[in-house]
């Protein structure tokens, strides 16, 4: 006879196995819903009838997932299922990007089946590559219909209308507009003026991504950046989870999971400014990416992998996606290609620790070993400098734009095209020669020497200017109510608590989190002064390591656990 306590198993059992597909029925009911109560937010912006505009929204996500999804499969390698899944999309908005700008700095007539021929040209490329080396195409990995019905139902939820998004004149005319402009001009050569400001201080990336939207007839890309939120704060709760299962039982790392998920969302910067249309946001999804992608799994605890068995930080698959998420930062910004420096040289530290990093395979050679590892991360790193460096070059000797406009802080002037050309000669110098040097520095004395530099730079900064710098303090505390810029403080005080209770021995986390910190609050003393407000580039852009650092405390945090007994994870 069944007791009350097996029917309650049973149902929530049935109920976890029918999730998705309540999941999808309830935000197409919400979706529904929206086009009644949403219809004159949506009449403003569609050209003909209401309810076939929100439907555009869903299908121009739905498409571009699909084009991310099939060539991750046919360049997958060890990556999971999941993680298929989960970075099917910024691919896809890479490949359209970057196809675009091809058609673009080619001087070729922009159009949307050209880009869409050039993106399904790419992936038969690498299909019948994987064929010609007979290399099996591994299963979904996943449910296919569960996931389908989970990422359609996500579609129509961010193309509801409900999700805020803000809109400024820094946004919305440089971004939107101007990708519309391209659809229309179909060349960069017919947007050029005598003051060509958008092509030498706005990255290319997002006007692309809202050119994407335009040629589907829609007026912003707020369910595209939408479908990016949801995405990374996914792809957070996996990390999180999946490191914190190699500590606590399953019920505990799920709240551990859900607890910095829910501190990250409701961090009031993380609100502002992934609901704001900014090339800082997007930043922070790729940096984001980048940084998991350059994460290795330790051998110790392959019971819980974080991207797939046997995986490892140079498998062919995460090493694409590097090299792809790389262009697109340095597409973002004009100042992206710094981050991307800094990041490769976070990733040699790490890549270089170990001959199974490099390779499956054993060699007996340490002169070799050495020699492969400089040459395959100074080749990761190569095409997002080779892109800048392309840039540059295209403007100021093939467009032949003038810096009348935007003159000193503008790609083209003079002292900044120095700086990026020194920036990155010092990175591939350092990835080819310098790194197994800094590698053996860096395991004995890099906690200390980041605890020292961080306090060695404050110091500084008071003692330059301290009047200037008690005027920060005072902005950055103030700031802890509303926009909460205060965090920048308060952010390196934790990392500096961090560092100081881990153990003596590089790590990438931290040293990441730490040095984009650094790295911002030089910025920020560069910029000027500090405002109240959130119209200030060099504020925003400390907020573009968020979920990094949330992700790094949370790692962090979970080392001082796996001291306590208690805490461990029990088979």
């Not at 092509?199 to 335009?214: D, E, K, M, R």
């Not at 595209?224 to 606590?248: E, P």
């Not at 950055?476 to 934790?494: D, E, H, M, V, Y």
């Amino acid at each position: 006879m069944k007791t009350s306590s097996d029917g309650q198993k049973h149902f929530l059992s049935t109920l976890r196995s029918l999730w998705p597909y309540l999941f999808f029925f309830c935000s197409l009911l919400f979706f529904a819903v929206s086009m009644f109560t949403n219809r004159s937010y949506f009449s403003s912006l569609a050209v003909g009838n209401v309810f076939l505009y929100q439907f555009k929204q869903v299908i121009s996500i739905l498409f571009l997932y699909l084009l991310g999804y099939l060539f991750l499969k046919t360049i997958q390698q060890r990556l999971d299922g999941l993680w298929v899944c989960l970075l099917a999309f910024p691919t896809a908005v890479c490949l359209w990007c970057f196809m675009s700008e091809f058609l673009l700095l080619a001087d070729f007539t922009y159009r949307f089946l050209r880009v869409l021929f050039l993106i399904t040209a790419f992936i038969l490329l690498f299909f019948f590559i994987r064929k010609a080396r007979k290399i099996p195409f591994q299963k979904p990995g996943l449910p296919v219909f569960k996931t389908i019905a989970v990422i359609a139902g996500t579609a129509c939820l961010v193309s509801t209308g409900y999700n805020y998004i803000i809109l400024n004149y820094d946004s919305y005319f440089y971004f939107s507009d101007y990708g519309k402009a391209l659809t229309l001009m179909m060349s960069y050569k017919d947007i050029v003026s005598d003051n060509s400001f958008v092509l030498t201080n706005i990255g290319q990336f997002l006007p692309l991504v809202s050119s994407y939207a335009t040629y589907f007839g829609l007026d912003t890309i707020i369910p595209i950046q939408g479908f990016m939120i949801l995405d990374l704060l996914t792809a957070f709760a996996v990390c999180v989870y999946r490191y914190a299962k190699r500590t606590f039982p399953v019920r505990m790392a799920a709240r551990y999971t859900a607890f910095f998920t829910l501190l990250l969302i409701s961090c009031s910067p993380f609100l502002l400014f992934t609901n704001w249309i900014l090339s800082n946001s997007w930043i922070m999804f790729y940096l984001f990416f980048l940084f998991i992608l350059g994460m290795k799994d330790q051998p110790e605890r392959s019971t819980t992998p974080l991207f797939g068995a046997g995986s490892g930080p140079l498998d062919f698959d995460r090493a694409l996606l590097i090299c792809g998420f790389s262009v697109a930062v340095t597409m973002l910004r004009k100042d992206g290609i710094a981050f991307i420096c800094f990041l490769f040289i976070c990733y040699s530290l790490m890549w270089s620790s170990s001959v199974q990093d490099v390779s499956h395979k054993k060699d007996s050679s340490r002169f070799g070993t050495w020699c492969r590892t400089s040459l395959l991360q100074t080749l990761l790193f190569l095409p997002s400098a080779a892109y800048q460096l392309f840039y540059i070059y295209y403007l100021r000797h093939i467009i032949y734009a003038r810096t009348t406009l935007a003159y000193g802080t503008s790609l083209l002037s003079d002292k900044f095209v120095i700086m990026l050309i020194l920036a990155i000669a010092a990175t591939v110098l350092y990835l080819l020669f310098l790194h197994i040097i800094a590698k053996k520095l860096c395991k004995k004395y890099l906690p200390h020497a980041i605890t020292a530099f961080l306090l060695l730079a404050l110091l500084l900064l008071c003692v330059k200017d301290f009047a200037r710098f008690i005027d920060y303090t005072d902005t950055w505390l103030r700031n802890l109510s509303g926009t909460a810029f205060g965090f920048s403080i308060l952010g390196i005080l934790l990392l500096l608590c961090m560092i100081l209770l881990s153990r003596p021995s590089y790590d990438y986390t931290l040293f990441a989190a730490a040095g984009f910190t650094l790295m911002v609050f030089i910025i920020y003393w560069n910029k000027g002064n500090l405002e109240l407000n959130i119209d200030n580039s060099g504020l925003r852009a400390l907020y573009q390591i968020l979920p990094i650092f949330y992700l790094s405390a949370a790692m962090h945090i979970q080392k001082l656990f796996d001291r306590c007994p208690s805490t461990q994870r029990t088979e």
